[in-house]
T-cell receptor, first 116, second 117 residues
Framework: NAGVTQTPKFQVLKTGQSMTLQCAQD?????MYWYRQDPGMGLRLIYY???????DKGEVPNGYNVSRLNKREFSLRLESAAPSQTSVYFC???????????????FGEGSRLTVL | AQSVTQLDSQVPVFEEAPVELRCNYS??????LFWYVQYPNQGLQLLLK??????LVESINGFEAEFNKSQTSFHLRKPSVHISDTAEYFC???????????????FGQGTILTVHP
């Protein structure tokens, strides 16, 4: 049972390059989220998706786009990377309402991105 | 918008000593509160949560937290820590209930707990 899988785990980009972070879940959860983690700032929500085909902005969406093509996958795209986007990115899914996992986020292991 | 303050960035303790990690939030409306733990090079894992009911919540590995509405706090405590508790701990809050709202969290800055032998 893989849970939430993120690829790649590490990536180095040059300023202006583009890339996509992939996230896939096998937990059959509806809601998925992308967060970024920076030292001393905790985690901040970038985008989220309540269900297949829907996406909404979080706290820090500028410079990012997302796609939720099916229930399992939620990707995060950087169209023109900037050094300020150097961070660790986490994908997460939300436990189903009405179950013991209500309100619980299940996180992937993270993707560490460096933009030079 | 709500905010979360974790008052200590680092907490060193000796094994078997008690520990308290402090968390305060700013909101005048109902909140839902969480503690997540992150071990090195891993994602976050839920430690415990307050959604409703008893204001004292406990985890399976001996941690507990108490929701104090008057002091807007949700401090995390453990009476006796182990080496394996060394990790970074995050307090988080959301105002919304149900749907996607439980996943739209505002996190504190994190507290690194280091347990020494």
């Amino acid at each position: 049972n893989a849970g939430v899988t993120q690829t790649p785990k590490f990536q180095v980009l040059k300023t202006g390059q583009s890339m996509t972070l992939q996230c896939a879940q096998d937990m059959n959860h509806n809601s998925m989220y992308w967060y970024r983690q920076d030292p001393g700032m905790g985690l901040r929500l970038i985008y989220y998706s309540a269900s297949e085909g829907t996406t909404d902005k979080g706290e820090v969406p500028n410079g990012y786009n997302v796609s939720r093509l099916n229930k399992r996958e939620f990707s995060l795209r950087l169209e023109s990377a900037a050094p300020s986007q150097t961070s660790v990115y986490f994908c997460a899914t939300l436990g189903r309402p009405g179950t013991p996992n209500t309100g619980e986020l299940f996180f992937g292991e993270g993707s560490r991105l460096t933009v030079l | 918008a709500q905010s979360v303050t974790q008052l200590d960035s680092q907490v060193p303790v000796f094994e078997e000593a008690p520990v308290e990690l402090r968390c305060n939030y700013s909101s005048s409306v109902s909140v839902y509160l969480f503690w997540y733990v992150q071990y090195p090079n891993q994602g976050l894992q839920l430690l415990l949560k307050y959604l409703s009911g008893s204001t004292l919540v406990e985890s399976i590995n001996g941690f507990e937290a108490e929701f104090n509405k008057s002091q807007t706090s949700f401090h995390l405590r453990k009476p006796s820590v182990h080496i394996s508790d060394t990790a970074e701990y995050f307090c988080a809050v959301t105002l919304g209930a149900g749907g996607t709202s439980y996943g739209k969290l505002t996190f504190g800055q994190g507290t690194i707990l280091t347990v020494h032998p």
